[in-house]
Nanobody, 113 residues
Framework: QVQLVESGGGLVQPGGSLRLSCAAS????????MGWYRQAPGKQRELVAR???????NYADSVKGRFTISRGNAKNTVYLQMNSLKPEDTAVYYC???????WGQGTQVTVSS
């Protein structure tokens, strides 16, 4: 059974930065892509960024140029570096492995002055 544990969220002022981490256990997924998603109150969960097994990346238009997704050397971790944060980035952030059911508990990101 796959377990995903997200961490690194918190309260940050507009313009600030956070680095989210996701650690996966229970499966070796070096051949799977991984993505970061977010869900704001009253809104549907949306894809924020994805990294493929070969390292290719894609981002939601709303975060391009501000967020960077990367994988750890051990391949069981994925990161999301978030810079120039805006209040509209406030949400619970989740990671997910392509093709594998299940979500972690998420990590809350709040951007507010």
């Amino acid at each position: 059974q796959v377990q995903l544990v997200e961490s690194g969220g918190g309260l940050v002022q507009p313009g600030g930065s956070l680095r989210l981490s996701c650690a996966a256990s229970g499966i070796i997924f070096s051949l799977n892509g991984m993505g970061w998603y977010r869900q704001a109150p009253g809104k549907q969960r949306e894809l924020v960024a994805r990294i493929g097994s070969g390292g290719s990346t894609n981002y939601a238009d709303s975060v391009k140029g501000r967020f960077t997704i990367s994988r750890g050397n051990a391949k069981n971790t994925v990161y999301l570096q978030m810079n120039s944060l805006k209040p509209e980035d406030t949400a619970v952030y989740y990671c997910k492995i392509d093709g594998i059911a299940g979500w972690g508990q998420g990590t809350q990101v709040t951007v507010s002055s």
